[in-house]
């Protein structure tokens, strides 16, 4: 069974930096992807951002390019995500998702859709302050 421990949450002031962690175990293959999804109150969910395990190939949505970080460690099966010069617009509960594939994989450029991952972690809240 596949599951995804999502943590580094909290409350962090505009212009501050926060880093999110998902822990995955259960994984089978080694060829996955990871990503993070944001929902804000009231809002739909929307990607931030996602990392192939098979080539490092990652995805930025247009709000957290040049700010966000995606990383990946492979013999952790952790990925973070480093957010730095938070705006209040990135509040919401932030979830990792991962699905895994017998064969290599790559992130397009367009990021992959909620519905192609299969496994969800609990999510974490991030509240920036203006």
């Known amino acids: 069974e596949v599951q995804l421990q999502a943590s580094g949450g909290g409350w962090v002031e505009a212009g501050g930096s926060l880093r999110l962690s998902c822990a995955a175990s259960?994984?089978?293959?080694?060829?996955?992807?990871i990503g993070w999804f944001r929902q804000a109150p009231g809002k739909e969910r929307e990607g931030v951002s996602s990392i192939s395990s098979s080539d490092g190939s990652t995805f930025y949505a247009d709000s957290a390019k040049g700010r966000f970080t995606i990383s990946l460690d492979k013999a952790l099966k952790t990925v973070y995500l480093q957010m730095d010069s938070v705006k209040p617009k990135n509040t919401g509960v932030y979830y990792c998702?991962?699905?895994?594939?017998?064969?290599?994989?790559?992130?397009?450029?367009?990021?992959?859709?909620?519905?192609?991952?299969?496994?969800w972690g609990q999510g974490t809240l991030v509240t920036v302050s203006s």
């Open positions: 259960g994984l089978t293959y080694d060829d996955y992807c």
């Open positions: 998702a991962a699905s895994q594939s017998p064969r290599t994989i790559a992130v397009p450029s367009r990021g992959l859709p909620d519905w192609w991952y299969h496994e």
